[in-house]
């Protein structure tokens, strides 16, 4: 065996040819060291096709490199191997590499996992930046610096300028920055129609191996794996963009916020998987949503409400992680303690809005935005769950799920859980914002007009009630002043019913986790 200059780690959400860890690749000297482990599918109790989609994409990656002539050292799923670190520490001893090199990892508890194990191998460790996004950690702290709150718009707007996306000059196309009022429609009492078809890539063999695998070796996870079609290679990455621009993107925009019972893809991009994995690059997304606008393919409300999720959000959120791991994992400004409710596991309750929601997460572990903001999202938020089981619960079932970018949207934005740093209050709502963007409540046994009562939507109780739990840290908020004057205006003894129904809620809640447990 030649001697080995570098060991290029390869992680599973890193399958990208022109990473930084390639740079001056040599095949001669180097070695790109990839392994599954069962850790990384059991430190949450993660769905079935999230393994699947993990395991056979980064199977078909080692393969491409294998065909490029780049030698690499794969360790397939098995008993033996019982940490990516043990492991690593082997192929230490075997290979007496001069550096390990890294791209930055998508999770924090990962990278210092590996930071120790090269600290006591006394190997030293290569990291590069991950070149897949626009920004840096390093950008975003200094973004961050001296400013009193963080916003992502202000934050969206620089990179808009820096990157000249959706520009014209200096100014934004079509004069203003943001198109979010523009994207705020439902379907109406029609439908939605007939929309474009879910994903529909076909597993090949090697999918089907894996396939097989997590449904022998990983049975008793949630989910089911039957309708399995995510793309798993760059080829089908690339085509799956082009279809959403093809199919989806004209009407992304006005319907991105809506729900509808059975249709679970609507006009959403249902991308996420390959962007995370990093089959496909955040510029690719851009550039052809730019192109579709720029061609009259597109409205620029879809394109900028779609481009914002890319180089906004996401960027953002990848900031935010950063930035204040690992103590953000920590965070629960409202004190929540809540248990997470079991239904939430197999989809058995009778509200119409989380038995869809959550249903279609275990039969294709995804859900769209506002399915997981303002359904799942919101009820543990009024509920008062603790943010870490939300947290965990996200990462473990939505195939799309990696921590940096999971961890933010579901603590921060969803729950609220870090007082304000990545949403500036709490996306909070009655059952009546169900009822406006979908026609879930149609079907379902309880009135999202009431918030008292047998028929009373709990997310109309849960609501007033989290409103009232919180008044004095919401009444300085300005952003919810609206919403806390209108409490109010609620009689003493309405409220106390209120409070009263809350408490049988989470007492029903309560009991059913103990049974179960």
């Not at 082997?90 to 890294?102: D, G, K, M, N």
């Not at 309708?227 to 963009?241: E, G, Y």
């Not at 609220?416 to 059952?431: E, F, H, R, V």
Request: glycine share 6%.
């Amino acid at each position: 065996m030649n001697p080995t200059r570098n060991l290029v780690i390869v992680l599973g959400d890193q399958l990208d040819r022109e990473a930084a860890a390639f740079d001056g690749f040599d095949p001669a000297q180097d070695q790109v060291w990839m392994a599954e482990v069962s850790e990384e599918s059991t430190h949450v109790w993660t769905h079935k096709q999230r393994i699947v989609l993990f395991l056979s994409a980064m199977r078909h990656f080692r393969d491409d490199l294998c065909a490029a002539g780049i030698p690499v050292d794969y360790t397939e799923l098995s008993d033996s191997v019982a940490s990516l670190g043990g492991l690593l520490e082997e192929s230490i001893a075997q290979y007496q590499p001069e550096c390990i090199v890294l791209t930055r990892p998508g999770e924090w508890r990962v990278l210092e996992m590996l930071r120790e194990v090269c600290r006591k191998n006394e190997v030293p460790l290569d990291l590069r930046e991950d070149r897949h996004f626009y920004t840096t950690p390093a950008d975003f702290a200094a973004h961050a610096e001296g400013r009193k709150g963080l916003r992502m718009e202000f934050f969206y707007r620089e990179l808009r300028r820096r990157f000249a996306v959706l520009m014209e000059g200096d100014q934004p196309v079509g004069g203003v920055w943001n198109f979010d009022k523009d994207n705020r429609g439902s379907f109406g009492k029609e439908g939605p129609g007939k929309t474009p078809s879910g994903p529909d890539f076909a597993p090949d063999s090697l999918t089907r191996e894996v396939l097989d695998l997590v449904a022998s070796r990983f049975s008793d996870h949630p989910g089911q794996l039957e309708s399995f079609r995510w793309p798993v290679t760059r080829s089908d990455a690339l085509r799956a963009l082009d279809l959403f621009v093809e199919k989806r993107l004209c009407d992304f925009g006005k319907y991105q916020d809506a729900m509808w019972t059975g249709e679970p893809w609507l006009y959403h991009s249902l991308i996420s998987t390959s962007l995370n994995l990093k089959l496909l690059n955040p510029r690719d997304a851009v550039e052809a949503a730019e192109k579709a606008y720029r061609a009259g393919l597109a409205p620029i409300e879809a394109v900028e409400g779609f481009i914002r999720q890319i180089l906004g959000w996401r960027e953002y959120v990848r900031g935010i992680y950063w930035l204040k791991m690992p103590e953000y994992l920590e965070r629960n400004a409202m004190q929540a303690k809540e248990p997470l409710p079991d239904f939430f596991w197999t989809g058995e309750t009778d509200l119409e809005c989380l038995r869809q929601s959550i249903g279609q997460t275990l039969e294709y572990g995804y859900a769209h935005h506002i399915q997981r903001l303002m359904v799942t999202g919101l009820y543990t938020l009024l509920l008062g769950v603790d943010p870490k089981e939300v947290h965990a619960w996200y990462l473990a079932v939505y195939v799309d799920a990696v921590e940096w970018v999971e961890l933010p949207n579901s603590l921060g934005m969803s729950q609220y859980a870090d007082g304000g740093l990545m949403a500036s209050k709490p996306y909070i709502a009655t059952g009546k914002y169900i009822h406006k963007m979908s026609n879930y409540c149609k079907v379902c046994p309880k009135n999202p007009a009431k918030r008292t009562g047998p028929d009373a939507c709990p997310f109309s109780t849960l609501y007033w009630d989290y409103l009232s739990r919180h008044e004095s840290a919401l009444r300085k908020n300005q952003r919810m002043s609206l919403q806390v004057r209108n409490l109010d205006r609620i009689e003493d003894a309405e409220r106390e019913a209120i409070q009263l129904s809350a408490n049988e809620i989470r007492e029903q809640n309560r009991n059913a986790s103990m049974t179960s447990t």
